[in-house]
Nanobody, 124 residues
Framework: QVQLVESGGGLVQAGGSLRLSCAASGITVSRYSMVWFRQAPGKERELVGA????????RYANSVKGRFTISRDNAKNTVYLQMNSLKPEDTAVYLCAAGSSAVPSPPQSDYAYWGQGTQVIVSS
């Protein structure tokens, strides 16, 4: 059984930082494209960070480039999203997902496994 469990969300002031974790079981993260989406109220789900199974392709949404960093610890089978210089517009539920394509892509349908999400609230 595949499980992706996110953690690390919370309430932070604008300009602050958080590190989200996505602990995987039932799959090996180094064999999947791993991504972080976010879902804000009233908005479409947005792909914010992605890392290919090889680690050679890393992508970010324009809105988070230079502030967010996705990384992977193969020994811990965990993917991270380091979020710095947070803004109120980063407030959302952040979800981790895994897909079997070699290169991560935006469509949610490309990802077979999803976590439950972790809430991030950035206050102004």
């Amino acid at each position: 059984q595949v499980q992706l469990v996110e953690s690390g969300g919370g309430l932070v002031q604008a300009g602050g930082s958080l590190r989200l974790s996505c602990a995987a079981s039932g799959i090996t993260v180094s064999r999947y494209s791993m991504v972080w989406f976010r879902q804000a109220p009233g908005k479409e789900r947005e792909l914010v960070g992605a890392i290919s199974w090889s680690g050679t392709t890393i992508r970010y949404a324009n809105s988070v480039k230079g502030r967010f960093t996705i990384s992977r610890d193969n020994a811990k089978n965990t993917v991270y999203l380091q979020m710095n210089s947070l803004k109120p517009e980063d407030t959302a539920v952040y979800l981790c997902a895994a897909g079997s394509s070699a290169v991560p892509s935006p469509p949610q349908s490309d990802y077979a496994y999803w976590g439950q999400g972790t809430q991030v609230i950035v206050s102004s």
